[in-house]
């Protein structure tokens, strides 16, 4: 069993909106930051949204701010990933990630994380 699992890509036209659902096993989401990575081909990881354990804060990347809203869902015991004003641009391999800490730092680096999903992939186009 993956100790991470993403859910929830597909493919969506420009403008449109995604969610992403992440769950975990044999650890509680609740006790870590959790966060979210993305890598289209080619291009470098990018560190798309981190929230804190405590649900108290939330970090995002600059290309996604105003656009993405991290979340978790208590009752599902899932963090979730909503994703709107979707561009071409936002394609890739959605990770979702565990943190090392309780709190995310300042920028969403992948050094802060100790465990990876599989992906999951979200295609944005006509």
């Known amino acids: 069993q993956l100790l991470l699992v993403e859910s929830g890509g597909g493919l969506v036209q420009p403008g449109g909106s995604l969610r992403l659902s992440c769950t975990a096993s044999?650890?509680?989401?609740?006790?870590?930051?959790i966060g979210w990575f993305r890598q289209a081909p080619g291009k470098e990881l990018e560190g798309v949204s981190c929230?804190?354990?405590?649900?108290?804060?939330?970090r995002y990347g600059d290309s996604v701010k105003g656009r993405f809203t991290i979340s978790r869902d208590k009752a599902k015991k899932t963090v979730d990933l909503q994703m709107s004003s979707l561009n071409p641009d936002d394609t890739g391999l959605y990770y979702c990630?565990?943190?090392?800490?309780?709190?995310?730092?300042?920028?969403?680096?992948?050094?802060?994380?100790?465990?990876w999903g599989q992906g999951t992939q979200v295609t944005v186009s006509p």
């Open positions: 929230i804190n354990s405590g649900n108290d804060g939330t």
């Open positions: 044999r650890f509680n989401l609740e006790d870590y930051a």
């Open positions: 990630v565990k943190g090392r800490y309780r709190i995310c730092q300042t920028a969403i680096w992948r050094e802060d994380f100790n465990a």
